[in-house]
Structures are given as C-alpha cells and as structure tokens.
C-alpha cells in the first residue's frame, strides 16, 4: 500500500516526483489544499428525476464550508438532463440521446443559475466549465483547461464543470463524470477527490442485501475483489458502482486518494469521520496522457504483434516497430490509441499509432531500413513510440 501523495511536479514528469509523507486516511480530505466534488444526478434530482434545488443548496452550504475553511473546491456536476426535463414539459427523462443532448442543453444553463445562487448566498461566485474526457488529455485543451481553472481557483471562484453534452456523450451513455472526475483531479493537482453518489459508501454486495457491509478503507485493487458491484446506478443517473471504481482506479493509481459516499453524509466525510469508503493512493503522479491512454481512450484499431514484439514491448519497454506487427485492424489515423495485441488476440498495451491506417500495411513486417530505402526518410520511424504506450495489466471489459 501506499500512503503517499503526489507533490505539484511537473504534469509530463515521469521520475523523481516528491513523495510527502501523508497522514494516513480520511484527515487527507479534511486537511487538503484543493479537492474535486463529483456529485451525479441522483443525489440532486425528485425521486421522478427533476431537479430538486433542496439537495442541490444542501450540497453548496457544505461545499460553502469548505471554501470557508480555505480549502479550494472543484464540483464536477451531473443534472443538466434532470434540470432540463420540466421547462421542455417532458414527462419523464429522455430516453433517446438526441433528446437527452437537449434537455442538457437547456437544463445546463439553470443548473448552473441554481448553483450561483445557492454559493451567492454564501458570498461565492461560480464558473461554468463544460469539458470532455479528451480534453484533459489533448495537449492544447489540457494547457488551456488547466490554466483557465487554475486561475479560477486563484480567483476564489468555484468551478462547476460537466460534461460538453451537445458534443460529446460518454456521461449519457456510461457515466462518465465519474472518469472525467478523475482526470479533472489530476489537471488541477488535487489533493482529494470525492464521489458523491446515492449510496453512502461501497458495500461487500448490494447494499439491500442482507449481510452487506460497509467497506471502510480500500488499500488496493485487492481489497475489492469478490466485492459485488454489479447492480446498476440509480434510474436516473448514468453511472453506477462499476464506474466510481474505475474513476477509483484511475485517481488512485496517479497518486490521489479518493472518498466514496453520499451526498447526504459529505458533512460527515469532510470533517474526516469514518463514513463512506476511503481509497488510498496505490500509485504516483504519471503524465495524465498516458493516464487517459491506460484508462479513458476509446481505440479506434489494433495491431496484432509477433511474440517477438510482445516480448520487446513488454519486457524491454521498447518502441513497437513495422517488423513485429502482423496485421492492423480498424480505421486509424495517426495519433490515435490502438490497443496492441499479442498473436492470441489478448490485449498486451495501448498506444498512439504513428501512422494512418491505410499506410499500415505496406510497412508490416519490413525492417526501418527497408522502409526507408522503399519508402524514404519519415518511414523508418516506429509504428508506436514507447513514450506513446502503455501497458495493459488486466483488459478492461469491452464497450
Ligand atoms: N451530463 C449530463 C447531465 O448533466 C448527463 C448526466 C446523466 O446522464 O444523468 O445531466
């Protein structure tokens, strides 16, 4: 287990980051400088899946607290759809995405009037900040977002971000303002992240289970396994457990802790009692692109490799080069994350291919001078550079 927490180094710095020795568990989250809020729409909406601004002001007198006590607060907020679905007269929440995309649209905007006045009252003031998943990792966005919400924090102002639904629509479809939660908490260095949700912790089974049990603390992916985490998230959210643990995941193997609960107990939580689930860091700070490469990129292809390149990419961490790659599979262009698998079809890495897809197949199987005395200098570069991979410890389900 690790206990320590990752210092402001450098986001592209991959060695040599300071480790500060942490006090262990939840008095991190009472004691930290800046942490990110991920709240999801259940624990703001009417059991019929409007808004309800109770729930929501409740969470800003807390989240008010806070700012009060000189920490600094990033909310990644869900509830546009529910926000959006009374002033367009829906009767219910959309089912189609295209109506769906619209009610966020609409209920976008209100969501955030409501959160201005709530933190108004407590003489705070709000940024909207609508980001995708790929955002925080594209090198100009990542800049850009970074820089614009550090200067937010500076300025006092709380940001309140949520997924760019018009344009993107990973949180509609597999909630995911609980990664994008994650990769905000490594953008903005934060010290802790919480994920808010309409459970107050993680449980050995379902919690309406009988025999369930609160899981206190978990060190690693070990103290997970066998828990049952299968029952989906709420009808009106997205998310659901299976989702908080790989923002879990993700947040926790780049070095910040995270707490899992409700949002009815986040009082509770940041105060530093022993509610909810506290998930310590098991990894340090690494380059968030990689992090997104590992965890959050959808790949668009794959290059199956011979052993022998399975074998120098994954023991000898080298470049993946034309000449151990059999075949390409998928529309690629250069740039993109293609996983790379072995000559079983097992997933060994994930990396940005250098090439378009159609330039693929001439190259396969050719040594780099070959190519280069064929096809000229610029052909003799790898087909994945071991900066741009990473490896894969345990595939993750398919979507
Ligand atoms: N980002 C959307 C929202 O804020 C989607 C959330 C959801 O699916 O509930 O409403």
Do not use: C
Request: aromatic share 4%; glycine share 12%; net charge neutral.
């Amino acid at each position: 287990m690790s206990t320590g927490t990752h210092g402001a180094g450098d986001d592209v710095a991959r060695d040599g980051l300071e480790r500060v020795p942490a006090p262990s568990g939840r008095e991190q989250l009472r004691d930290a400088a800046r942490v990110v809020v991920k709240v999801g729409s259940s624990s703001l909406t009417t059991p019929d899946g409007h808004l309800d601004p109770e729930r929501l002001r409740a969470l800003v007198d807390v989240l008010a607290e806070r700012r009060a006590a000189g920490q600094q607060v990033v909310l990644v907020s869900s509830g546009a759809i529910a926000a959006g679905i009374g002033p367009l007269g829906l009767p219910t929440r959309p089912r189609d995405l295209a109506t769906q995309q619209a009610a966020a649209s609409v209920g976008q905007g209100l969501l955030v009037a409501h959160y201005t006045r709530a933190f108004a009252a407590h003489g705070l003031r709000v940024a909207q900040v609508l980001l995708t998943a790929e955002d925080t990792v594209r090198r100009g966005h990542y800049r850009n977002a970074h820089r614009a919400l550090t200067r937010l924090l500076d300025l006092g102002v709380v940001p309140v971000i949520n997924e760019n639904d018009a344009v993107a629509t990973d949180e509609i479809r597999f909630g995911d303002n609980d990664r994008l939660a994650a990769l905000v908490s490594h953008l903005v260095r934060a010290d802790a992240l919480v994920l808010l949700t309409d459970v107050d912790a993680l449980y050995t089974g379902p919690p309406s289970r009988e025999g369930s049990v609160r899981v206190a603390r978990v060190d690693g992916p070990g103290d997970v396994e066998g828990v049952d985490v299968s029952s989906r998230g709420s009808a009106v959210g997205t998310g659901g457990m299976v989702t908080k643990l790989e923002s879990v995941s993700i947040a926790t193997q780049s070095g910040t802790p995270v707490l899992l609960t409700s949002a009815v107990r986040a009082g509770e939580a940041f105060a530093g009692a022993d509610v909810g689930t506290w998930f310590a860091p098991t990894g340090r700070r690494t380059s968030v692109r990689l992090l997104w490469l590992a965890h959050a990129a959808r790949t668009r292809g794959r290059l199956v490799l011979d052993e022998g390149a399975v074998r120098a990419v994954v023991e000898r961490r080298t470049s993946l080069l034309p000449a151990g790659v059999t075949a390409s599979e998928g529309e690629f262009e250069a740039g993109d994350p293609v996983e790379l698998v072995g000559p079983d079809g097992a997933v060994v890495a994930r990396g940005l291919v250098a090439y378009d897809a159609g330039e693929v197949p001439a190259l396969l199987g050719r040594s780099t001078s070959a190519l280069r005395d064929d096809l000229g200098p610029g052909y003799d570069r790898e087909l994945v550079h071991r900066d741009d991979l990473v490896l894969v410890r345990r595939r993750r389900a398919a979507r």
